[in-house]
C-alpha cells in the first residue's frame, strides 16, 4: 500500500502520520494474523520496544487496532476494520491455533446475542476459540498423503 493511502488511514483516526506510525500501520497491514509487541520488533528491527508498544497503544485509544488476550499471557493486536467500528461486527471470535500458536480475527462470525442478567450492561466481550488453523491443517494433511504413499 502507497504511503498516501496510509496516511489517510491515520488521519482519518485522528492520528498524526509520524515515520514510525506509517512503518507499523504499514506492517499491520500485510499480517493475516494477529502480531505482539515481540513480534512487530522482530519484523522492524529498527525500532524499539517502547516506541512500538507506544504506537500500538495510540493505535488502540484511536480505534485503529484492537487488543486480543488469547490466553497466552502476551497481549496481541489485529487491525480493525472500518466496517466494523459498529456493533454487533465489532465484537468478533478470535481463534487461537494450538500448532503454530498464531491468532486470527474471525470477523465473518459475531458474538451471539448473550443473556445477561437485569442490570448488567455488557462493554466488550472476548471468546477465543482454539483449534487448528487452515496452514497447520493443511501442512498434517500433506504429511499424511505422503506417508500413505510411502506405504507398501
Ligand atoms: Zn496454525
Ligand atoms: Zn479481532
Redesign the pocket.
Given at each position: 500500500m502507497e504511503d498516501p493511502v496510509i496516511i489517510q488511514k491515520l488521519e482519518h483516526r485522528e492520528i498524526k502520520p509520524t515515520a514510525m506510525r506509517i512503518l507499523v500501520l504499514k506492517t499491520l497491514l500485510k499480517q493475516t494474523y494477529a502480531i505482539s509487541v515481540n513480534d512487530l520488533e522482530n519484523i522492524l528491527d529498527r525500532a524499539d520496544r517502547i516506541t512500538l508498544f507506544r504506537t500500538l497503544k495510540t493505535f488502540e485509544q484511536h480505534g485503529l487496532v484492537h487488543r486480543i488476550d488469547d490466553g497466552t499471557g502476551v497481549m496481541k493486536y489485529a487491525l480493525t476494520r472500518e466496517a466494523y467500528h459498529s456493533a454487533p461486527e465489532r465484537f468478533h471470535i478470535h481463534f487461537f491455533?494450538t500448532?503454530?500458536e498464531?491468532t486470527y480475527c474471525i470477523l465473518n462470525s459475531a458474538i451471539p446475542d448473550f443473556k445477561l442478567p437485569v442490570n448488567f450492561r455488557m462493554d466488550d466481550v472476548s471468546v477465543v476459540m482454539k483449534g487448528?488453523?487452515d496452514?497447520?491443517n493443511h501442512q498434517s494433511r500433506q504429511k499424511i498423503n505422503a506417508s500413505d504413499k510411502s506405504a507398501p
Open positions: 491455533c500448532q503454530c498464531k487448528i488453523c496452514n497447520c
